[in-house]
């Protein structure tokens, strides 16, 4: 029972921390995409890109935008992992195969940072700082560029499609957001005990006159990049359970603030750019609430343990820290699966049953509880769009939102988006089980070890990055699969969802009427929960029940 | 056709910005913390490592460890670690958890292995033992055990080592860290750093 106290507590610190800055964050991210002034350093970047930054791009350009720089940024990472062995600080590591610097380069550009590797044996430090840590950064500004983008669309009035400048959203969200707290939060990082350096492996002769290595990195400044862009990768293979990655209790709510605090700003500054801040708080909401209900759940499987080894133990410490316990680890596991991050401070797949269930049912749902930076925004708000549809459906009147009439294109649109992952992820999860090599990776048997490959292919379509890690996924097989998986589940919403920016800010804005749901009221928050719930959750009940349910009753 | 065109000349500038990317946050932003690094936390920028007499240094080959890191520890006159899944135990170069789940035989067969031998070794009933005794942590490395672990091991260093049980117990006492804040994480022994102590009182 005295657990309990100490587990709600730290709720509170981190919610505190949260109420105090988000606030301030929204209204800063409200003006970073909103203010017609460059600073001097972004003049002279858009000179060297050679980039009009006040054009404001069709949604189409702007989609092209997003997709060339992210192609570049793959082949580039791609070519960063096969000529290792000829980069400087290579540590003798060697060039990564065919299959796993695809999968790398995919899974950094796509703010997945799923990891096939273990840090410590495959990476050398100018590829973790010069090619992982630059694509932390960029692809987390580029999610925030299309919520942006989003919240543009919602914002204009027959504008013909026009949504703003990708490049000029990009630079700002790094040079103005992204790149001043990460700078801040590794300096935190680093007096708290993350390693900064760029040491190879020493031999320490220990204690007992063993020995044991010394691994050294620039891990603090890829540490900070990795939660605030909710990206996940982990200098590490054991990511921020390491105690290098994150030493201490007060780390680890660094590690979690970090991660929460720019997707519930972008919902903040979501209705500061539409101009009613009651929307954002809304939209911030129903993050909020769903983010409780997860935190709640796996925190109260992982402190009462049920299953056969944490009886048999005691409790389930098996794969947490003793620094963190039971309770830190499951908050953080609720934290990182709410948003798109999935770094781990403890091993998800020796979690209790119902608690690894939860943090899987959190993915998805989409990772909209808070989400990714920005990518957790825009998959909130069509669900919000579903939910003006549903209610309009009820009522017999046409749909809007924010005075933009939802018609039969943007159903289109917005059903593509809610079908594009669940359609990714079920194929994905049936391809692996059609075929020799997917079981092949598993560690653990019965349902758990479906649960394993199931778990890797959610993470993977949901851009997530966490894993049940039993799995072995750096075959050739694992390695391409989940690579698509990325691919496809990072930039087919992201086309939809500008090309529905594009159609809104084309369009003219119609008074509210007596039909017109207002989306700021409790009612609204109630009814967007609930759908979320019921249209994403259900989906899954089918597969849920393969894996973890039926773990959870054996 | 124009997509394609339009697609290419967009990432033209999309490879400009990755290259002026590279450049600040690939190189000068690391540069900079590792700088900060240097100047405030030379300490623990370099690892947190811990000297035979318990001192702080920087330099590996003066240290017997990092007090972040736990070590494989099979010595009677010591306190254990927990059990660890990395490599051949505490190998940073591995480092894992056992990644395997509740029902799992082989994570049941491992648990009640390790309580019996712990139980034999310590002299205790296996129904004392602490789940994080019986359980591998989720790096392989996890620096510290809980109280009741340590508590429990007491009896057996001070008979193995000749030190007074009182005096051991102070020992775990100093090397207790407890909560942070009342709230946040777990209390817990540092346990390189308590068994420094206990080689310093054995010595003495």
Known sequence: MSAVLPALGQVALLALLLALTVPLLARHLARTYTSEDHLAVERVTYRVLRVDPDADQHWRTYALSALGFSLVGVLALYALGRLQQHLPLSLGFGALPADGAWNTAVSFVTNTNWQWYSGEAALGHLMQASGLTVQNFVSAGVGMAVAAAFARGLARTERGGRVGNFFTDLVRSVVRVLLPIALVAACVLVLLGVVQNLAGDRVMDTLTGGTQVLTGGPVASQEAIKELGTNGGGFYNVNSAHPFENPTPLSNLLEMYLILLVPFAMAGAFGRIVGDKRQGYAVGAVMAVLLSAATALVTWAEMAGPGTAPQLAGGAMEGKEVRFGEAASALFGAVTTGTSTGAVNAMHDSFTAPGGGVVLFSMMLGEIAPGGVGSGLYGMLVLAIVTVFLAGLMVGRTPEYLGKKIGQREMGLVAAYVLATPVLLLVGVAVAVSFDAGPAGVLNSGPHGFTEMLYAVTSAANNNGSAFGGLTSGTPFWNSLLGLEMLFGRFLPMILVLALAGRFAAAPRVPAGAGTLPTHRPLFVVLLTGVALVVVGLTYVPVLLLGPVVESLS | ?204
């Open chain 2, 1 to 204: 056709m124009n997509t394609l065109l339009d697609l290419g000349r967009q990432s033209l500038a999309g490879l400009r910005l990755l290259l002026v990317a590279t450049l600040v946050l690939g190189v000068a932003y690391p540069a900079v913390v590792l700088g900060f690094g240097r100047v405030a936390a030379p300490w623990q920028a370099a690892g947190s490592l811990v000297t035979a007499a318990g001192d702080r240094t920087t330099n590996p080959s003066d240290a017997v460890g990092s007090s972040l890191l736990g070590q494989v520890v099979d010595d009677p006159d010591l306190f254990s670690n927990r059990p660890s899944a990395a490599g051949d135990g505490y190998d940073t170069l591995s480092t894992y958890g056992s990644n395997l789940g509740p029902e799992e035989p082989a994570l049941i067969d491992a648990i009640r292995e390790r309580q019996a031998a712990l139980a034999e070794a310590n002299g205790v009933d296996v129904a004392d033992l602490p789940p994080d005794a019986v359980t591998a942590s989720g790096s392989g490395l996890d620096p510290h055990i809980s109280v009741a672990y340590a508590e429990l091991q007491v009896p057996r260093v001070a008979a193995a080592t000749g030190l007074g049980e009182d005096t051991l117990r102070r020992l775990v006492e100093a090397h207790t860290e407890d909560r942070t804040l009342g709230v946040l994480g777990e209390p817990r022994v540092d346990v390189l750093g308590l068994n420094i102590a206990v080689q310093q009182a054995d010595g003495s």
